[in-house]
């Protein structure tokens, strides 16, 4: 059985060489990864230029490859052109830095596991709360588990899990909680500078808004618990959808 | 009060001018764009290089900046820098191809009118189904109604409306639709080529898988009506929840 690994970081990520490690012995594992980091480049793929890859070697992987692509891009030419057959997995990360509330839609991490489920095949994200992490041991341990448990059971049609732990010695880890989806959220600031040409530039930065919330992802994790999250790719605010038809009567096509 | 529009295909396209034109007389229209085609770029945002604007000129506009950056950055930046005060409206489009069923998810088109959403900012997406459009004449109408509609009575918190416009003449729209997102897509092939040096390329091209589902935003504009689609951004598989949390039990935290 195939489990194929990508994530957002670019192929030299620790937290990636930890996942591959982590599940090397479950299946035979293939790596196709993006050849440099590509942090939120979201869910975007790459169409109107060629893509190329490199053969790399890492530990505990049966194959990998350096792809100049996003994390939607690899998956997709592994699907398509690279592997012998479909995987029983897709599993994306270990991401520096955590994925919940509002992030998500930003995440290349994510976008790397949704790939996977458009295609029908199970997936999971995995990211740990830090942008330096000291080591990836209790996100290892938790990536493990829920390969075991995901290709044990399956998932339903089209969804995926995101999946962040706290970090923390895996000892002191309070527990695993299944959660929705925040709204939590980085505020964009945007530093605004002159060059050594005298030209202006903006350089996005931000910072978390308070969480005003409960029972979330974000909350869980600040709360020192695994959070675990199914998420799907319709977006559609079904609970909206009689309320906004009644305006649809309203809508005075072009012709009248 | 300021309507602002970005798009995905950049500052030159014919579907950003008619959108302009066809809203400027109800509010003072700020244009913030990429200043390049920026198609499928997902929901990406620019946070590892800074980024620029330079003075464009658009008819209809008040102000018009052309970005080096993806939709979602030119949004952020228009918020936090560019606009003297909060607009009442964010407008994305006119876009070149639909963004219906699984596209939704890699439109730049959508991630800008998002990014007003997630600002408290009623937001819509405008599409027309068509990659070579041979006039924008319905699609701008429909845009400007929409413009109305929603300035006149508002969105629910953390909503948008994703708007795709048959390609067809205003007289033969058949009406409109309010619809959920389907399950739409392209399967992706990928060309294998050699280049110049020997050297091989994979460039990812696709067809639309046939459509197996009814009432949705994909099925509406065959039938060619204009389909409305009430979008937000919990990606959470809330029927799930339950069943998920029951598999926690047994998820084996680290130190056990």
């Known amino acids: 059985m195939i489990i194929l690994i990508s994530n957002d970081d670019g192929i030299q990520s ?9 599940v090397s012995d479950l299946g035979q594992v293939w790596v196709v990864a993006p050849d440099r980091e590509q942090s939120a480049v979201g869910h975007s793929i790459t169409i109107s230029e060629p893509i190329r890859y490199v053969d790399f070697e890492l530990d505990g992987a049966f194959r990998t490859f350096a792809v100049n692509g996003s994390p939607a891009d690899c998956v997709k030419l592994a699907l398509s052109e690279l592997l012998p057959e479909a995987p029983a997995l897709v599993l994306s990360g270990i ?3 955590e ?5 998500v839609i930003y995440s290349g991490t994510v976008s790397a596991a949704t790939e996977g489920a458009i295609n029908g095949i199970p997936a999971a994200a995995i990211s740990v709360d830090s942008f330096s992490p000291t080591n990836y041991d209790a996100a290892a341990a938790v990536s493990r588990r829920t390969a075991e448990l ?11 899990l995101n999946v962040n732990v706290p970090e923390l010695p895996a000892e002191e880890i309070v527990g695993i909680k299944v959660v929705r989806q925040g709204r939590g959220r980085f505020k964009e600031t945007f530093l605004k500078r002159t060059d050594q040409r005298g030209r202006i530039y ?17 909350i869980a994790l ?8 199914p998420i799907q790719f319709d977006l559609t605010h079904h609970a909206y959808l009689e309320e906004l038809s009644e305006w649809a009567t309203d809508f005075t096509l072009p012709r009248e």
Chains 1, 2 share one sequence.
């Open 14 to 22: 620790e937290g990636l060489h930890a996942l591959v490690r982590a």
């Open 95 to 97: 991401n520096r830095g």
């Open 99 to 103: 994925n919940t509330g509002i992030s």
């Open 150 to 160: 995901v290709m044990a059971r399956g998932l339903p049609e089209g969804t995926l």
């Open 202 to 218: 903006y350089w996005m930065d931000g910072h978390k808004l308070p969480l005003d919330e409960t029972d979330t992802d974000g």
């Open 222 to 229: 600040l709360q020192g618990y695994v959070a675990i999250t």
